[in-house]
């Protein structure tokens, strides 16, 4: 089992800055991708980045790219959100899966964090 706990969420005016953090514990030794997810009110949850664990390889969705980077540091995963948009307001999920290289789907992941709120206000 592997067990994630995020953190870093809050609210901030839209230009603003966040970053967030996801902590890993457990059998992190089989992990091999981590992924941020959101859901907003109403709306699917939805990919927003991933990385591989062993090569650091990173994927982000259309949505994000240029302005989200994710990164690993030993066991937490990073989301640096920058240039935030109201748009970006969810909840925030960390994921994480020890089967599939990449994966954008939600069923791809086998481990999830309780979330943590990001609220960006015009």
């Known amino acids: 089992q592997v067990q994630l706990v995020e953190s870093g969420g809050g609210l901030v005016q839209a230009g603003g800055s966040l970053r967030l953090s996801c902590a890993a514990s457990?059998?992190?030794?089989?992990?091999?991708?981590m992924a941020w997810f959101r859901q907003a009110p109403g709306k699917e949850r939805e990919f927003v980045a991933a990385?591989?664990?062993?090569?650091?390889r990173q994927y982000y969705a259309d949505s994000v790219k240029g302005r989200f980077t994710i990164s690993r540091d030993r066991n937490t995963v990073y989301l640096q959100m920058n240039s935030l948009k109201p748009e970006d307001t969810a909840v925030y999920y960390c994921?994480?899966?020890?089967?599939?290289?990449?994966?954008?789907?939600?069923?791809?992941?086998?481990?999830w964090g309780q979330g943590t709120q990001v609220t960006v206000s015009s």
């Open positions: 994921a994480a899966n020890d089967v599939v290289s990449f994966a954008s789907s939600r069923s791809s992941y086998g481990y």
């Open positions: 457990g059998r992190t030794f089989t992990v091999v991708t």
């Open positions: 990385i591989i664990y062993s090569g650091s």
